[in-house]
């Protein structure tokens, strides 16, 4: 039966405390645990200790299509904080600030009501005297726990992460530890088609210079040989 020439694709709602990736690792709990489809791999990466969201795909193209830096594709989060954060804060989050590794571009947030999800287990640790809020914010960038890295910059560490949606996926009713396939849409289908394509071309082009450069090498032999 002929291979498809539409990728695969898996959305997984990765539960707290769970490596993504499939092998074994110091007894932690992998995503074998809650996917058993041969061939298929996360496209980008999410924290040990965040949850949400992760995309996984058998196609090589796609996955980097997903991760690489210049195709931009957004990411959204929920966190909760610790504190109640003010309009001070946010409108820095939303310019933009200042990490070890250089300023971040500006994210969208805005402050929500606690939304309806799953309990944490174990549950976050929670000062009796500290409230919390929730925010929801999208980046484009992908540095490492760089939302963790954002909020405790403006004095309000995440207590918990959840990804909700990366580019045109959502986590939409998925519980944690869940997973369904899902469609690529008809903008990525054509900018793969595209990355495909130019790819292609790139090689054709290699691989007649290289037969120029060939041809070139056995003329100049034999014209030495005469000599």
């Known amino acids: 039966m002929p291979a ?8 997984f709602n990765k539960p707290f405390k769970v490596l993504c990736q499939f092998s074994e690792h110091e007894g932690k709990t992998t995503l074998a645990k809650y996917i058993d489809i041969p061939n298929i791999y996360p496209a980008g990466r999410l924290d040990f200790d965040s949850e949400g969201l992760l995309i996984l795909t058998k196609d090589g193209r796609l996955q980097s299509l997903i991760t690489h830096p210049d195709n931009k594709l957004s990411k959204t989060y929920w966190a909760q904080l610790e504190g109640d954060i003010d309009n001070e804060a946010i409108s820095t989050l939303s310019s933009g600030v200042t990490l070890k590794d250089g300023n971040t571009l500006p994210a969208i947030i805005q402050k929500i009501s606690p939304p309806e999800i799953s309990e944490r287990t174990p549950p976050i640790r929670q000062r009796a005297n500290k409230p919390t809020s929730w925010v929801e914010l999208t980046i484009r960038e992908g ?6 890295r954002m909020t405790a910059a403006v004095g309000y560490p995440t207590l918990r992460l959840i990804r909700i949606k990366i580019g045109p996926w959502e986590i939409a009713n998925l ?4 997973w369904q396939e899902a469609a690529l849409p008809s903008e990525l289908s054509k900018r793969l088609t595209q990355l495909t394509t130019q790819k292609r071309s790139s ?3 290699s691989k007649k210079h290289f037969s120029k450069a060939q041809i070139h090498k056995q003329s100049q032999k034999k014209r030495t040989g005469k000599k």
């Open 203 to 205: 090689f054709n082009q």
């Open 4 to 11: 498809s020439t539409t990728p695969s694709v898996i959305i």
């Open 175 to 178: 519980q944690p530890g869940e």
């Open 143 to 148: 540095r490492n726990r760089q939302v963790r």
